[in-house]
């Protein structure tokens, strides 16, 4: 089978499992490098530092998720379990990038003689749980770190049955602003009508605090969380430039809600010592991010800017940071005055801000963007799906059950 890009409305239907592999080989030896090797501050190498050895990622097949699975593993040597929903390939069907990510993941771990597996199912659901806590049980006997990376269209709740469905979408009032469209690269116009109050409450219920919680105190209750565990979600603010659509909008609602329960989980996490922070990260390109109206733009943007000034981070670089300088650096962990841990630290600073905002001001409605890196974010957009990779032959006949 042929595997070529197909993307409709900044989505992509398909996944390149060679490609895929790269994307994951490239990040764990970029991690191996610096974890050894690096004389940078802001990367140093992981010697004396206590990094946790048995890691849970809730979400870990993509993303952030995916990027703390390989600090975790190939900076310190962590055995990992991670739990995704993916779809499986088939003879003339992709697989999700998720799925080929997590087989080249745990295969290049298990050469290396980690321990690595996964639970795939709907990680809200009371019997992947249950699943989860035997394969501790089975593999880890408890564990040190939790991370809740969990970006979901919907959840069942367990208790009720009932399904509910996340939005983004402003609150009030109907929201438009310039986007681009990251295939023509041309400049548009995009509005977003304002959500219902029931649409609001449901976002909350899939992307707030209320899963992660149920996982720690399921987890808690089991007793698979060792003294000293640390449990970390990862939220997003951005500039005010998109606050109307994500932090002032049903996102943002949901953001707050999950900043709100790392409080309540440190108050239940005293037993064992433990601590619950959540991580405010930078604007990546992500397979969520990319269809959130306005936020291409503003990353095309951020992304120049930051490069200009050499603080640009990719995932891994971003996770790789937050573990060894913040979480895990033998100082206390920093935070803000809400509670949370900063790495937009360098994306939020002013002069990166009022460059970007100069920037924002120049993009014509109908016009191609200017000034910006638009280049850049689809060749991150492209390799999140095994695509964009110069060296590889994508006009090869390639089985996509490889593994």
Known sequence: MIITKKVLRNVSLTAHPVGCRRYVED????????????????YPQIENLPLPKRVLILGGSTGYGLSSRIVAAFANGADTINVSFEREPSENKTATPGWYNTMAFEDIAK?????????????????????????????????????????????????????????????????????????????????????????????????GGEDWSLWIDFLLK????????????????????TYPVYREGTIGKAKEHLENSAAQLTNKLKAINGKAYVSVNKALVTRASAVIPVVPLYMALLYQVMKEKGLHEHCTQQIYRLFTTLLYSNKAIPTDSEGRVRVDDWEMLSEIQQEVERRWALQQEGKPLVQGDLGGVWEE????????FSDIDYTKDVDPRIV
């Open 27 to 42: 990040q764990i030896a970029w991690v191996e490098s610096h974890a050894k090797h690096s004389t940078q501050e802001h």
């Open 381 to 388: 957009y492209e390799q999140i799906h095994g695509f964009g």
């Open 111 to 207: 050469r290396k003689g980690l321990k690595a597996s996964s639970v795939f199912g709907d990680a809200f659901s009371t019997q992947v749980k249950e699943a989860v806590a035997q394969r501790i049980q089975d593999e880890l006997g408890q564990v040190d770190l939790v991370i809740y990376s969990l970006a979901s269209p919907l959840r069942n709740d367990p208790a009720t049955g009932q399904t509910y469905k996340s939005v983004l979408k402003p609150i009030g009032k109907t929201f438009s602003a310039l986007s681009v469209d990251l295939e023509s690269e041309i400049v548009k116009q995009a509005t977003i009508e304002p959500a219902t109050e029931e649409q609001v409450t449901e976002t909350v219920k899939v992307m």
């Open 222 to 241: 089991k007793h698979l969380l060792a003294k000293d565990a640390m449990t970390v979600a990862y939220s997003y603010i951005g500039p005010r430039i």
